[in-house]
């Protein structure tokens, strides 16, 4: 089964590979890197003013991304998971609800959405690792990684979730959240964490 890609170019011979990472490695890694930064800002030691930017950041690109090409990608080569699928859509749209009304003593609903989060989607990517070819899956890791450099870094959960719409919305949304960052000295990435998570 061949998996539904985002126009690209040809690939330029038989046996050709591109260069870059797997969609499947990107998401998993991203996953642990949340849930370890949830576990920093949820532990007894925790300082949560410090990380819950970052977090919010971190977590508005990710779901951001994931909704433009990877569940796109799951419902397109594996039909049986499109309810599966919605209802992942519908909980990312209750995270990101969730985060833009997040405080300190809210934290705990946030950490709880994020495990779920990771659980259904790893399900789905493992259920993807199955049909999807080595290079289908680096292809789209490279347009997720494009696509998450683009999203938005504060939750906008009334955007559109699906394609084509979220493709044109959520860029145009992220360039206005990127010059509010700018202007206001917020931190967006793991690495601008005094110790970013791993994964």
């Known amino acids: 089964m061949t998996v539904p890609l985002p126009p690209l170019p040809p690939a330029p011979d038989e046996g050709y590979r591109p260069g870059g990472r797997s969609i499947a490695d990107i998401v998993e890694q991203e996953h642990r890197q949340l849930l370890e930064l949830v576990g920093q800002l949820t532990g007894p030691e925790a300082i949560p003013e410090q990380g819950l930017p970052v977090l919010t950041a971190a977590l508005s690109r990710h779901l951001s991304a994931e909704e433009q090409y990877l569940l796109p990608a799951v419902r397109a080569a594996l039909p049986e998971t499109a309810e599966r699928v919605d209802h992942e859509i519908d909980a990312d749209a209750g995270l990101l609800t969730a985060l833009r009304a997040l405080a300190e003593d809210g934290l705990g609903e946030v950490a709880e959405r994020v495990r779920r989060h990771v659980e259904g989607v790893d399900t789905l990517v ?50 206005v959240d990127k010059v509010r960052d700018v202007v206001t000295g917020r931190p967006t990435y793991l690495a601008d964490l005094p110790e970013p998570p791993r994964g």
């Open 126 to 175: 493992a259920a993807l690792r199955g049909v999807a070819t080595e290079e289908e899956l680096i292809r789209l890791g490279n347009r997720l990684e494009i696509a998450e450099e683009a999203a938005p870094t504060r939750p906008h959960p009334a955007t559109p979730a699906t394609p084509p719409w979220n493709r044109i919305v959520e860029p145009a949304v992220g360039v």
